[in-house]
C-alpha cells in the first residue's frame, strides 16, 4: 500500500488553502462538494502524496484520516477480515469511478483505501 493522501478537518476552506498554496507552494489539484455544505480540496506538492482539506466535517478536528492506495480492493478486504478486522464503510464507488472502503486505526485516526486512484 502507498501513502496516497492525509485529510485535514478546517474551520476556513479559504484561509487554509492561502496557507497550502500562497505560503507553502502547494497546487490546488481539485475542489468539490460531495453533498451540501461539505468542500473538499486536494493539494499537491512533490512526490505523489497530497493533502485533503475538508470543510464542515462534522465533529472532526484537525489530522483524521490516512488514505492508502490499494491495488485490488478485493483482495485487500479478504486480507483484513482474515486478520479480524471489519470495514467501516464500503467497498463502494461510482462505475468506473474511484472504490474506497474504510476502517478505524488507532488514536481515532480513520484509514481510507482507495483503488483505482487515477479516476480522481
Do not use: C, Q, W
Not at 478546517?10 to 461539505?38: A, C, D, H, Q
Not at 499537491?44 to 484520516?65: H, P, Q, R, T, Y
Amino acid at each position: 500500500m502507498k501513502v496516497k493522501n492525509v485529510a485535514i478537518a478546517v474551520e476556513n476552506m479559504e484561509e487554509s488553502t492561502k496557507f497550502y498554496t500562497e505560503i507553502l507552494g502547494m497546487k490546488e489539484v481539485r475542489r468539490f462538494s460531495p453533498r451540501p455544505s461539505l468542500t473538499i480540496a486536494l493539494f499537491k506538492g512533490e512526490g505523489e502524496a497530497m493533502i485533503e482539506l475538508i470543510e464542515n466535517e462534522a465533529d472532526k478536528k484537525g489530522l483524521f484520516l490516512v488514505g492508502l492506495e490499494v491495488e485490488d480492493m478485493d483482495a485487500e478486504v479478504a486480507n483484513l477480515k482474515a486478520k479480524g478486522v471489519e470495514l467501516t464503510r464500503g467497498p463502494f464507488g461510482p462505475p468506473g469511478g474511484p472504490r474506497v472502503a474504510f476502517l478505524d486505526g488507532p488514536d481515532g485516526v480513520e484509514i481510507e483505501m482507495i483503488e483505482n486512484m487515477d479516476k480522481i
